[in-house]
């Protein structure tokens, strides 16, 4: 495949997207006429392969959005969660109204291959912790694959932002990291507010270096006493884990 940008991908896709919708809207109106059998079939193939095509292609951009030459930002990345949650209702009907007009007109019913979403249940499985029972059962009740929900196989991950700010992350992180750790092993006369510090610097390395090259959910929700209460999410619940659980004492001379 050619390289492309993100902006571009989508505009594809929300042309697949518009030619799906604008030929179901022609089957309904075809279907309103009493059409005759040749007709409905060679509709219903036209609906089909343009769903697959839409389907295909949405997957195929959350493959594809983890590869170098994509530069995804946040914004992206939540849009293309809540766009994912939306086409199950669209892949969900896709079937019904193929399986419809099947009993309909006694036309053999095209059937999805085992695998098939497994990208876009993958994503929403990884991300949509709260909501994922309820979108399987929504596959089940269709009786569509599920294959992407039930197997170990997970998400690879989107790395936010460009190659070079990861880079840069890394490259700080490992910094932080490798000069607090010297500091920490190598000299055992640190104050209190020195070790402090120097635990903070690494804390920070290890959490730069983790965000940049790991992606995934962290919730944190501590009580330290009884009126201070720690609340959360992602790398900086990950910074905060390790800054205060089990923290060391300095050393001592």
């Keep these: ?5 993100i902006t571009d991908f989508e505009d594809s896709l929300e042309k697949k997207r518009s030619e799906y ?14 059409p005759s ?17 839409y389907f295909n ?16 930002n946040q914004d992206t990345k939540n849009r293309k969660i809540e766009d994912a949650e939306g086409i199950v209702d669209v892949i969900i009907n896709h079937w019904t109204t193929l399986r419809m007009i099947s009993e309909k007109y006694d036309i ?3 059937s999805p291959s085992t695998k098939s979403y497994s990208s876009i249940q993958r994503l929403l499985k990884h991300f949509q912790h709260q909501s994922i029972i309820e979108i399987k059962d929504k596959f089940m009740n269709s ?8 197997s170990k196989e997970t998400f690879s991950g989107w790395k936010i932002g460009s190659r070079n700010l990861t880079i840069t992350q890394i490259t700080i992180g490992l910094i932080f990291t490798i000069v607090t750790g010297i500091l920490i092993f190598k000299y055992n006369t640190l104050t209190g507010m020195q070790y402090m510090f120097c635990r903070i610097g690494l804390v920070t390395g290890i959490t730069l270096i983790g965000s940049a090259l790991i992606e995934g959910t962290v919730n944190i929700n501590w009580t330290l006493q009884k009126s201070l209460t720690i609340k959360a999410v992602g790398w900086i619940g990950v910074f905060i884990l390790l800054l205060y659980r089990n923290m060391p004492s300095a050393p001592t001379p």
């Design 108 to 110: 053999v019913c095209p």
């Design 57 to 72: 292609l949405f997957e195929r951009s959350i493959d594809e959005y983890g590869l170098p030459y994509f530069e995804l």
């Design 37 to 53: 059998y040749d007709i409905v079939q060679k509709e219903m193939t036209s609906l089909h392969s343009k769903g697959v095509n």
């Design 1 to 5: 495949m050619a390289k492309t940008n």
């Design 143 to 150: 009786n569509l694959p599920t294959n992407g929900f039930d």
């Design 21 to 34: 919708f604008s030929c179901l809207q022609d089957t309904f109106t075809l279907l309103n006429k009493n």
